[in-house]
Every structure is written in C-alpha cells, then in structure tokens.
C-alpha cells in the first residue's frame, strides 16, 4: 500500500511539475521566464501550462521528435515567433551540450509560446494557453479580502480657482505604525464637471519630512521629492479606480513611502464659483503581498528643440548593458504615464530586445499635457535584463520663434516616463536619465559612450599632461597659446559636442579641483573656440 501511494504521489508531481529530468537536456531549462509574467518561472517548458500541465506546445513536440537531442532543435523557431530556440534559451550558436553547461547567456524568452502571447498571430498559435491568472482585476476582488481598510484623503470644501486651468496639491500623512501594501485606489466625490484628473505621487521617505500644511496651487509638473506615481485617474477612469495584480502592492508605512502628495486638476474656463470635497481612496492592507511595486522613472534632460518646426523628436535609452547590471531579475509593467509640457505631441517607450522592438509601451500619438493618457496594463509588459528601453517624444514648435530649451520654466520642455512594475528588488537603479542623448547609466557602469568612459577620462586628467592647463586658468582673457592648447584638449572624446557641455556641469558639482582648473581654462577660451571652430568649418566648405 504504502509503495502504491508513493507511486501515485509521483504520477501526481509529475503529472502537476513535468519531467524535471526534461530540463536538464536543454539550455537554462530550470530558468525559463513565464511569457505571461517574467518575474516567475515557467518550469513545465514543453507544455502550456507553467507547471509541466496542459497538452505539449509545439517545443515539447519537437523536443521528442528529435529524441531529446538538443544540437538538432537549436535552430528550429518552433513557436514561430521569428526567434529561433537557441537565441530564446540564451545559446544563440548552438554550443550548448549536457557536457558544456556554461556556454549560455540567460534565457531571454520561451521557446514553445509565440510572444508576445496576446498579439492576434501569437494568440492563434498559442492554442489553449492562458494569461488570465496574471491579469490585472478589473473588479478588484482583493479590496474585499480580510484586513483591508480604505484610507480617505480629500479636499474640504474647497473652492475651485477661477481660472481656465488650475493645480491644486496637498500633502497628506500615511500611517507609519507598521507596513502596509497599497493594493488599489479610487476616485471620491469625483462627479464635478471642473475636476479633470487626480494624481498621487509618493514622497522620497530617505528625504527629510514634508512640514507644509494646507491645500496650495502647483506646477502642471511635480517635482522632487514627491514624483512616484502611485495612483493617477484622467476623466476616463474615474468610475473604475486603479487596482494591482493579485501578488502586488506598493509598499507604504514603516520601511516605504510615509508621505503623498496628492494634486487635482481643474478646467473652469467659465471661472464658475464652485466647491468640491473630491479626493482618493487608497486601499491598504497590513497582510503584505508576493511582489512590491516599484517606480521607475526614464527621462531625457538638458535637450533643446528648434523653433518653428511642425515635428521634431528627441530620444534617449537605457541601453541594454545598463538594464542588464540594474536588473537582478525580469520586471513586469503594471502602469505608466508620459510626461511632457506645452508643446509635446507623441511619446512612447520601445522596448527593444536582440536588436528589434519587442513592445512599444506608453505609447500615445495624441499627447495632452492637461490629460495625458494613462496606461494600465490588463496584461503583462515584460522586461528582462539586457532589453534596451528607448524614450522618444515629438514636439510642434510652429509657433514658437526660439528654441525651446529643457527645464521647469514657463516656456521649457520635458521628456519624461513615469512606470510602475514589479519585482521592486529586481530592479536596482530604477531611475535611467540622459544628459542630451549620453545616458548616464552607461558612464557609470564603466561604458564607453562616444569613446569616453568616465573611469578613463578621470585617470587621465590626473596623469596625461594634456590636461593641464593651470597657466590658462589663471588668466582674464584666451591667449594664442592657450587657444591652442584648448582646441587639443577638446579634440578628444570626452570634451568633444555633448560631453563637453556634460562634463562643463559636473565640473560645477564634482569636488575636483584639477576638474575644476581645467574648465576655467576651457571656459575662458570658449568664445575664441567657436569662433575659430566655425571659421574652419566655413572655409571648408568653401574649398568644397
């Protein structure tokens, strides 16, 4: 009896698990992502079912045509989604062997499920599969689950500005007795013709507390420390609410965010005189789930688009080398939101793996900087160590005579992306920021960027006597010799177009002094550079 039972405790297990022994023949079969959730593990490879359940997807078929041989599967696409098994198992040349184990990269992507899962030609070749246990609730059942409490924060009363359009913010305090895990949220008191959006942004906790009291008017834009969007609802969305994944929750309390900034807008074109009690819901449980959520911020600075023109974009990434040192782990998208100012257009997130888009995310071809559109994903937006995130956005600047340059100021510009995801712990350094089009995280990770690295341009100035140029900082004006001397310095890559202009503002913060020697050198001699610069260039093309 007792052998009986063992035995149909094993056909149970493999019947639930598959073969574990099937993942051994395969490259990272033990490591597989799920394409329905990429932060979990889909264990049953050759199967539709993430545990080894369900009928064979055609992997698991070409798995036992070929008797189990890797070498002769490698090369096959068997789920047809244009990436052959090799290049989804992380073995793109085929080396891989039961006796070479380590000549694998990570496995990028699964190779018996079409991916994206719920495009139309992957969702015809999938077959049975189904995504539905990872789709965010629509009806958010989990708001009813023990222990939850709503937690209310609204405006008194207030009296809406008489103007076309207003911002209105508030700090509020959240309770900090133990940790909670936001896990939805919901409009209040949302039906008033002038209310246009409400937002909820989350306030660095490492920063010191916010003391302000009162409602107050704000920038269109937040700023630091409160820009962590934890809930957002345009005039669309009031009625439905936003709500996490069953596992997720955003972490407040104790050891996660203890402040919010919560901001209303208003459209009172008629300067109607009127009153409102409108505010948010935040549904908050001390039964903390699997998954925190975390904020991740892309954003391109210090760019400047020309006037006068009826589309131009700017763009920046997080490059793969970046993504795949930040990310212990795949992450997954739950939100995002754009942000831009008065004359952006378009904006989207690419998400590009093996050299080709993989998902366009955020991608709205109709911007409104009053009502941007709110992206909430009711399926999974997968990103995996190693995928390049590009951040590009449009403006129209026909009616703009100068350039418009970046910044907070009444005519600048931004380019930014704001998105909720989860693992939090996945993903290290989750805020990827360009100067121009040089992405930051690149320099600090050691990467070259246009020939420089940051490591290499810092050994230099404390050894290459190139660099030295303390005889030119010490002078009012730019001397031939010094001219001469400045225009070999920024000949190189570091001090060349863009890099120059980034390393001009980190010489303004670094604490370096031979930093700083030089650029009182390069500074002084910029005008007599450009000047010289341009009449090269002209005389060039005149000889052309």
Same mark, same amino acid.
């Given at each position: 009896?007792?052998?009986?039972? &063992?035995?149909?405790?094993?056909?149970? !297990?493999?019947?639930?698990?598959?073969? *574990?022994?099937?993942?051994?023949?395969?490259?990272?079969?033990?490591?597989? *992502?799920?394409?329905?959730?990429?932060?979990?593990?889909?264990?049953?490879?050759?199967?539709?079912?993430?545990?080894?359940?369900?009928?064979?997807?055609?992997?698991?078929?070409?798995?036992?045509?070929?008797?189990?041989?890797?070498?002769?599967?490698?090369?096959?696409?068997?789920?047809?989604?244009?990436?052959?098994?090799?290049?989804?198992?992380?073995?793109?040349?085929?080396?891989?062997?039961?006796?070479?184990?380590?000549?694998?990269?990570?496995?990028?992507?699964?190779?018996?499920?079409?991916? *994206?899962?719920?495009?139309?030609?992957?969702?015809?070749?999938?077959?049975?599969?189904?995504?539905?246990?990872?789709?965010?609730?629509?009806?958010?059942?989990?708001?009813?689950?023990?222990?939850?409490?709503?937690?209310?924060?609204?405006?008194?009363?207030?009296?809406?500005?008489?103007?076309?359009?207003?911002?209105?913010?508030?700090?509020?305090?959240?309770?900090?007795?133990?940790?909670?895990?936001?896990?939805?949220?919901?409009?209040?008191?949302?039906?008033?013709?002038?209310?246009?959006?409400?937002?909820?942004?989350?306030?660095?906790?490492?920063?010191?507390?916010?003391?302000?009291?009162? &409602?107050?008017?704000?920038?269109?834009?937040?700023?630091?420390?409160?820009?962590?969007?934890?809930?957002?609802?345009?005039?669309?969305?009031?009625?439905?609410?936003?709500?996490?994944?069953?596992?997720?929750?955003?972490?407040?309390?104790?050891?996660?965010?203890?402040?919010?900034?919560?901001?209303?807008?208003?459209?009172?074109?008629?300067?109607?005189?009127? &009153?409102?009690? $409108?505010?948010?819901?935040?549904?908050?449980?001390?039964?903390?789930?699997?998954? /925190? $959520?975390?904020?991740?911020?892309?954003?391109?600075?210090?760019?400047?688009?020309?006037?006068?023109? #009826?589309?131009?974009?700017?763009?920046?990434?997080?490059?793969?080398?970046?993504?795949?040192?930040?990310?212990?782990?795949?992450?997954?998208?739950?939100?995002?939101?754009?942000?831009?100012?008065?004359?952006?257009?378009?904006?989207?997130?690419?998400?590009?793996?093996?050299?080709?888009?993989?998902?366009?995310?955020?991608?709205?071809? @109709?911007?409104?900087?009053?009502?941007?559109? &709110?992206?909430?994903?009711?399926? #999974?937006? #997968?990103?995996?160590?190693?995928?390049?995130?590009? !951040?590009?956005?449009?403006?129209?600047?026909?009616?703009?005579?100068?350039?418009?340059?970046?910044?907070?100021?009444?005519?600048?510009?931004?380019?930014?992306?704001?998105?909720?995801?989860?693992?939090?712990?996945?993903?290290?350094?989750?805020?990827?920021?360009?100067?121009?089009?040089? *992405?930051?995280?690149? !320099?600090?990770?050691?990467?070259?960027?246009?020939?420089?690295?940051?490591?290499?341009?810092?050994?230099?100035? /404390?050894?290459?006597?190139?660099?030295?140029?303390?005889?030119? @900082?010490?002078?009012?004006?730019?001397?031939?010799?010094?001219?001469?001397?400045?225009?070999?310095?920024?000949?190189?890559?570091?001090?060349?177009?863009?890099?120059?202009?980034?390393?001009?503002?980190? $010489?303004?913060?670094?604490? /370096?002094?031979?930093?700083?020697?030089?650029?009182?050198?390069?500074?002084?001699?910029?005008?007599?550079?450009?000047?010289?610069?341009?009449?090269?260039?002209?005389?060039?093309?005149?000889?052309?």
């Amino acid at each position: 009896m007792m052998r009986a039972l &063992v035995l149909l405790s094993l056909h149970l !297990l493999t019947d639930i698990w598959g073969w *574990p022994s099937f993942n051994d023949y395969i490259p990272n079969g033990d490591k597989v *992502p799920n394409p329905c959730n990429p932060s979990l593990i889909w264990y049953g490879v050759g199967h539709l079912g993430a545990h080894g359940s369900g009928p064979r997807n055609q992997f698991g078929k070409d798995f036992l045509k070929a008797n189990k041989k890797w070498e002769d599967i490698c090369r096959l696409d068997s789920d047809g989604d244009g990436q052959y098994n090799g290049l989804e198992l992380g073995d793109p040349n085929c080396e891989w062997s039961t006796t070479n184990r380590n000549l694998t990269l990570p496995a990028f992507s699964h190779p018996g499920i079409c991916e *994206p899962w719920d495009s139309p030609r992957c969702l015809a070749m999938n077959g049975s599969l189904d995504c539905d246990a990872d789709k965010v609730s629509t009806k958010c059942e989990q708001i009813d689950e023990p222990g939850v409490k709503k937690y209310d924060m609204f405006l008194n009363n207030y009296s809406i500005p008489l103007k076309e359009w207003s911002f209105v913010c508030r700090i509020f305090n959240l309770p900090t007795n133990k940790d909670y895990h936001v896990i939805a949220s919901k409009p209040i008191n949302h039906q008033h013709k002038l209310l246009k959006k409400v937002a909820v942004y989350g306030c660095n906790p490492n920063m010191e507390r916010i003391t302000r009291l009162g &409602v107050f008017e704000c920038s269109s834009i937040i700023a630091k420390p409160c820009q962590d969007l934890i809930a957002i609802m345009t005039t669309d969305q009031m009625d439905q609410g936003n709500c996490f994944p069953r596992d997720v929750g955003l972490q407040i309390g104790k050891t996660g965010y203890k402040q919010i900034l919560m901001k209303w807008t208003f459209v009172n074109p008629r300067k109607e005189q009127s &009153v409102t009690q $409108a505010g948010m819901s935040l549904f908050i449980t001390p039964n903390l789930k699997k998954y /925190n $959520a975390g904020v991740a911020i892309l954003e391109e600075t210090h760019f400047s688009v020309p006037g006068n023109l #009826p589309s131009y974009s700017v763009s920046s990434a997080c490059p793969s080398s970046c993504t795949q040192l930040q990310m212990r782990s795949p992450v997954t998208i739950v939100a995002g939101v754009n942000v831009m100012r008065h004359y952006g257009v378009k904006q989207r997130v690419d998400v590009e793996r093996n050299d080709r888009i993989y998902n366009s995310i955020t991608n709205d071809t @109709s911007y409104d900087v009053f009502d941007p559109t &709110v992206f909430w994903y009711t399926t #999974p937006v #997968p990103v995996l160590p190693g995928d390049m995130l590009k !951040l590009t956005c449009e403006y129209n600047t026909m009616n703009v005579r100068s350039d418009v340059n970046w910044g907070m100021g009444p005519n600048q510009e931004l380019c930014k992306t704001i998105l909720i995801f989860y693992p939090k712990e996945n993903w290290d350094d989750h805020h990827c920021e360009s100067f121009k089009n040089i *992405p930051l995280c690149a !320099l600090e990770i050691g990467d070259s960027v246009f020939g420089c690295t940051y490591g290499g341009f810092m050994t230099a100035l /404390n050894s290459n006597p190139l660099y030295d140029l303390t005889k030119c @900082s010490i002078l009012s004006t730019c001397t031939d010799e010094c001219l001469q001397r400045v225009t070999a310095v920024r000949g190189t890559p570091c001090l060349s177009g863009d890099m120059y202009e980034l390393w001009k503002l980190m $010489a303004r913060s670094l604490r /370096n002094n031979k930093l700083i020697t030089l650029f009182k050198a390069l500074v002084t001699c910029e005008e007599r550079y450009t000047t010289t610069l341009l009449g090269t260039r002209s005389q060039s093309h005149g000889r052309g």
